[in-house]
């Protein structure tokens, strides 16, 4: 009943012609397919974490979007860092990641952790400095994520601090 999967090398690619001697299709026109085995772990990284892209201006010729998988060993914390100018969503694919920010809304800034489930999202607003810890001591945490910029664009920082509050 169902289309059966692609396999290595069927589909588009766009650094590959068809034939040679023949040009690719235009990156607008087709549709493209990212195996799991090829996400591209050459990518912006964090000290305790890997990334690997799936979609983006390298893999695909995206102009306004990447995609891509985080992998948190067990046991481990990442460097704090912001994502500049991009918004960015993350799902929980597997683990119990927590990812932890500074709440300056009171009288004193307040570490914020958020404790997550497969299944579960989070939205990380532009230049919010934050870190994802992954407490659980033999399973890896991943999730995939999808940034507002073509790019994974990652800042990283020597501590953690919150926002300047609006009026100040």
Do not use: C
Not at 131 to 141: C, G, I, K, L, Y
């Amino acid at each position: 009943m169902s289309e059966p999967l692609t396999t290595p090398g069927e589909g588009f690619h766009p650094h590959l012609h068809d034939a040679p001697g023949q040009s690719a299709a235009p990156l607008h026109t087709r549709l493209h397919h990212i195996r799991a085995d090829a996400l591209d772990g050459d990518t912006a990284q964090t000290g305790g974490m890997r990334r690997f892209a799936a979609v983006s201006g390298k893999t695909v010729g995206s102009e306004k979007l990447w995609m891509g998988q985080t992998h948190v060993a067990p046991a481990t914390s990442s460097s704090d860092h912001h994502h500049g100018e991009s918004e960015t969503a993350i799902y929980v694919v597997s683990g119990h990641p927590e990812f932890v920010f500074l709440d300056d809304s009171g009288a004193q800034p307040e570490e914020v952790r958020l404790r997550t489930a497969p299944g579960d999202y989070i939205f990380v607003p532009p230049f919010v400095p934050h870190r994802e810890e992954n407490p659980d001591p033999a399973e890896e945490a991943v999730v995939v994520i999808a940034r507002s910029t073509q790019e994974a664009i990652v800042v990283n920082l020597p501590q953690l601090y919150a926002l300047p509050s609006d009026g100040a």
